[in-house]
């Protein structure tokens, strides 16, 4: 596979999205906005009872933003518009009705860990590793940590923001709440997978509704403090340090391939 996608499929009350990037499955501009129309869509489709949210492969769930649209940011306005992706996609996840189970397997860096904390449970394979690249990359999580804070806690996601260079492993990852199982190999955790979205498939949509409702309480105000994180963001990618990070990773990356 080279070209990049977001698919959805519902079978029996259960909508499968699935994206893929062939940059270890990064987050283009274009991917974040289909996933994003993709949860907005799922919300409101009535065979939809529960959501699959994962990506394609088995190396890496989510290599987090696109080197390549960071270093095209040349002005506030191309910053914002970037962010924004990510803080629309989080947004749409809270705020879609229906409940949104995680497969995480491979690497999970920066907007990935995102992802994986906007989701309502997440299922993962044991060889799972995370990470918050952002800061070594002069920029910070700023638009991801409302989500991941309000998953694992201040002091786990303090850690994980602070010490920008360090892979946390999956056991670390669960006992800090991120993860709701681990598994040792992937038929077991598909297996789990299948499992708790058939019985999901089966429940009353009001009853799940209302959980997802009451699960993300308190969080009315995220499309002002997204956004406002998302300008922070941007204008952090614009600086001489951030470029030259950003570049600095991208070329090690292309090195060890």
């Known amino acids: 596979m080279d070209e990049e996608y977001v698919k959805t499929v519902t079978h029996k009350g259960i909508t499968t999205i699935e994206f893929f990037h062939p940059k270890g499955n990064s987050l283009p501009g274009k991917i974040l906005a289909d996933l994003t129309k993709k949860f907005q869509q799922a919300g409101i489709h009535e065979e939809t009872k529960v959501i699959i949210l994962r990506s394609a492969g088995d190396k890496s769930f989510c290599g987090g933003a696109s080197f390549d649209e960071l270093l095209a940011i040349k002005t506030e306005a191309d910053g914002l518009q970037f962010f924004s992706g990510f803080s629309n996609l989080i947004n749409a996840m809270r705020k879609c009705p229906k409940l949104i189970i995680a497969r995480i397997q491979g690497k999970c860096v920066g907007g990935g860990v995102g992802l994986a904390a906007a989701a309502d449970y997440c299922i993962a394979l044991n060889t799972v590793e995370i990470k918050l690249s952002e800061l070594a990359l002069g920029i910070g999580p700023l638009v991801i940590a409302p989500a991941v804070e309000r998953k694992i806690g201040l ?36 297996e789990a997978i299948y499992r708790l979205s058939n019985h999901l498939a089966s429940s009353n949509p009001e009853a799940m509704a209302a959980i997802k409702k009451a699960l993300w309480h308190g969080t009315d105000h995220w499309d002002e403090l997204l956004k406002q994180r998302a300008a922070m963001s941007g204008r952090l990618a614009m600086g001489e340090y951030a ?14 391939q």
Do not use: C, P, Q, Y
């Open 155 to 190: 002091g786990a996601f303090s850690a994980l923001a602070i010490d920008a260079t360090v892979w946390r492993n999956s056991d670390w990852a669960k006992k800090k709440g991120m993860f709701a199982e681990v598994h040792e190999n992937i038929e077991n955790m598909e």
């Open 243 to 256: 470029k030259k990070a950003v570049a600095r990773l991208k070329e090690n990356i292309i090195r060890e």
